[in-house]
């Protein structure tokens, strides 16, 4: 439940809305540094990049807190509280198995600095107008968990391809629609500089507290919700040795039929 802080130590608890003032890192030896690790850069899933490369057990050696694509684009994953969901095309939800593969996956362990209620109305359009001014810096990459009810949601997720795989701006997808839903947003915020690598902006994928819903967020509006934050200080990044990242025309390829690779994925 938002507001009780049970995840925050004294320590690291700033409060009062006062997020203006930088965590240094305590750097060194053994320090307690966060870290976002991934598997390959956005740019190769944005290119076709749909391969099974990676196991769900692979996955949560790197945290507990994530999302993602399944292989061939079979779903959407999140992970949260310790388990890795899969929302599929036809708007299920199905835990996935430690064996089960993955495109993408991007992960961390999720320990938040700072947490704030969101403002009722709050959109997936405004959120940054009122969040990215209290962040310390919009260089780094944070992991951004949204937990409450909220009045609206609109969610898809990728239909499972076969190869040769077209780029992911060509893939269909599947809309739901969620109204008056109660559920938690799993996400990262990226620097516009990174956008190769991983997601500019916001990055969400949902799911419901009953689980029985969820998917890649294209649109929110809070009822009641409640945002936990946590700043990253190091990004851990995979490049692939399979033959279908190798051979990727990653170096020229940033945009996909005239989409800015910021647009999606
Ligand atoms: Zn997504």
């Known amino acids: 439940v938002f507001g009780s802080n049970s995840f925050a130590t004294p320590a ?7 997020w203006s003032r930088p965590r240094i890192p305590p750097l060194g030896l053994n320090a307690p540094l ?3 690790w ?3 850069p956005i740019i190769a899933l944005l290119n076709g990049n749909y391969e099974g490369i990676t196991q769900v057990y692979e996955a949560k050696r790197h945290g507990d807190f994530g999302l993602g694509a399944f292989a061939q684009l079979d779903g959407e994953m999140i992970a949260v509280d310790n388990a890795v969901y899969r929302v599929t095309s036809d708007s299920h939800v199905h835990k996935a198995s430690d064996a089960t593969r993955l495109s993408f996956a991007t992960m961390t362990h999720f320990a938040p600095d700072d947490a704030i209620d969101l403002p009722r109305g709050t959109t997936s ?4 107008r009122f969040l990215d ?8 990459f944070y992991a951004v968990r949204i937990d409450g009810r909220f009045s609206a949601i609109r969610a898809r997720a990728v239909l499972k391809q076969r190869a040769p795989f077209p780029a992911f701006c060509e893939v269909v997808n599947r809309e739901f629609s969620f109204g008056n839903v109660s559920g938690t947003l799993v996400g990262f915020r990226g620097p516009a500089y990174a956008s190769a690598l991983n997601t500019p902006g916001y990055h969400f994928h949902f799911l419901t507290d009953d689980r029985s819903g969820g998917g890649h967020v294209l649109s929110f509006t809070v009822a009641r919700a409640g945002l936990k934050l946590q700043r990253i200080d190091y ?8 033959s279908a990242f190798e051979k990727s025309a990653l170096a020229k390829a940033d945009t996909c039929n005239g989409m800015a690779l910021n647009d999606e994925p």
């Open 38 to 40: 991934q598997n390959m």
């Open 34 to 36: 966060t870290v976002l």
């Open 125 to 128: 359009e405004t959120l940054s």
């Open 235 to 242: 990004v851990d990044l995979a490049f692939p040795r399979s």
């Open 12 to 18: 690291r608890w700033y409060g009062d809305r006062n």
């Open 133 to 140: 001014p209290q962040l310390p810096t919009l260089n780094a």
